[in-house]
């Protein structure tokens, strides 16, 4: 038993998709959630970048006494997951080895798409992780780089968000997939068009759940579970503040709102 | 007459719209580029933020001896030209005055339109400095968040580039304008697409060439131009190598590629 928070960290905003799965399947553990929303976003930079910044967020969780570690961002954990593993001394979950393993479980004809940002989909983490598991399987991936600032304007509903679908998923429209990986905590916001899209019989993945699920099983098998009867605190720390992260945090958090929510210097 | 060169600044590579323009104008003058691709873009964050990356820059560019700054960035230039005039022992010149002045010269119904990003147009800079100088003209002021992205990926031909003007000009369609400024140094970039959406009447002002004019009589007014036969040195380092960057600045240096060219640390 262990009452530390979870650490959990992204790019920005986006990991707030697996914040709220993690409260769902763990609802006594307080987390500490970092994004870095200074500069956001990681997907279009170069590996040493995503690497260096990556590590600088690291290190201000492990300085905030967390028991565990979250990478809840598709591209940092594609990029330098085993850097994070190496500087961290508690133990770390990526959002990309849960997602491969749902998708690897699902798919029925080996048939598998990933859409991701560039840094994610370049890496190959995705097809790597799934090949480890089952090396028949073929892997479609495909970048869709302005998904994040379509999602983060909140025009999900506009007709350019439908466009854009349409755009970056032109390449997969006769290569009959039958499973795909939404490789990016923002996606899920567009999963109604791209279900639309892909058609109902391609079956969508995302990192969300998954991850939850293999870190619940990972802290009961550590001994790392918070048995305490205590209220859970939730804490987000942000490094810019724009205008627009109040409302899209309360989507995230509903019910519990973070009881301390501030910006922070790296 | 001083051999030394002219450090150019921007949040990314937009700003090399101005070194183009600074090229055409000082064809004899050395000039340093520094775009800070690694945190890009600046325009979504807020005013603390955007002050501590762009003093950040500035240092760095008085570090490599520079005799005159060019900030070619309407965000950093709204939101802290003074912070950096104060840091800067060598003159300082903005992109917002210029294109301010040159709306008022341009505008006869005293009727003006600005586009920028979110940063740009909360900050009023251009509202204050086309006032200064006649403070009847009415501003019509609108953020325009995903023109950048659009431009960044290379999408001013696509669909969607259409449909984002058709929707952040939507506001303008009723208000009588005869000038609008592009306040921010992409915005060029979607020229023809705006010229259509506000009609041949409406008159577009950029920053590029009004601030390339201005710095040429600055520099002569302080004896600070170059008069060697030396050929000019062109220097770009930018903070992050993302794979679309060699094609876009071949864009904007064309006959003249830069000289040395690298990612460098802050």
Redesign the interface.
Known sequence: MDSRAIGVFDSGLGGLTVVKQIIKALPSESIIYLGD???VPYG???R??ITKFALELTKYLIKHDVKYLVVACNTISATCLEEIEELSPVPVIGVIKPAAKLAVETTKNKRVGVIGT?ATVHSGAYTREMRKIKDSIEVFAEPC??FV??I??G?MQ???AE??VA?YLLPYQDNDLDTMILGCTHYPMLRDLIQKKMGSSVKLIDSAKPTAQALKLDLKERGLLNSSDEQPVYKLYL??????AKSVINIFFEGDPPTEAR?IEL
């Open positions: 929303t200074a500069r279009t930079r170069d040493d970048t560039r780089p302005l600032p379509i983060e304007e025009l506009h007709q350019i466009i854009a755009e490094t810019d503040t724009p205008l627009i910006k």
